[in-house]
């Protein structure tokens, strides 16, 4: 091709680039229609989170009769009239009547706070029904250690906040003294 040929084709092309817009014109319309749909979706997967005024753990240490270690040895879900869900898509959480139930295998040997005598070899402790959780999330702690907070019937202290992890302990242990 000749030069001359090659600037008309290039002044053409620079000619039709400065009148075309590089979006259709609805763009601008289609951009604000996708971040409300994308708003909306995350405020209401926001409005599925409980969320609780954590308790400082001095208080729960505190409030609790006993302070004990112990292995989640089985994980189940009871539905309002006490039949096991099998379910595990089945979720507790507000205006839900589900139950996770820990089965936990208590270290006797291993007591932060409380008389040694008197402690059960295992327990069953529900979660808190508020939380929003499915009996997957529940199965997950299977088999993992953590230390727990109980009153004197070894129930729950404090429904929300009874099951603490094992690298708070040195901090428990400290508020126990």
């Keep these: 091709m000749s030069e001359k040929k090659l600037g008309y084709l290039k002044d053409i092309s620079m000619k039709r680039l400065k009148n075309q817009s590089t979006l259709p014109p609805l763009t601008p319309l289609i951009i604000r229609i996708f971040q409300f749909v994308l708003v909306m979706f995350m405020l209401s997967h926001a409005a599925f989170a409980t969320k609780i005024d954590p308790t400082?753990?001095?208080?729960l240490v505190k409030r609790a009769d006993y302070i004990l270690t112990g292995e989640v040895?089985?994980?189940?879900?009871?539905?309002?009239?006490?039949?096991?869900?099998?379910?595990?898509?089945a979720r507790t959480?507000?205006?839900?009547?589900?139950?996770?139930?820990?089965?936990v295998r208590l270290n006797r040997k291993h007591v932060i706070k409380g008389r040694k005598s008197n402690i059960p070899e295992f327990i069953i402790v529900p979660e808190w029904q508020m939380w929003h959780m499915t009996l997957h999330d529940g199965k997950d702690m299977e088999g993992k250690t953590f230390i727990f907070l109980l009153n004197e019937k070894f129930e729950p202290s404090s429904a929300p906040e009874f099951v603490r992890i094992l690298s708070e302990q040195r901090e428990i242990e400290r508020y126990v003294r």
């Design 56 to 59: 400082d753990l001095r208080v």
């Design 73 to 89: 040895v089985k994980v189940d879900m009871v539905d309002e009239k006490g039949n096991l869900v099998f379910d595990g898509a």
């Design 93 to 103: 959480g507000p205006g839900l009547s589900n139950t996770i139930q820990l089965y």
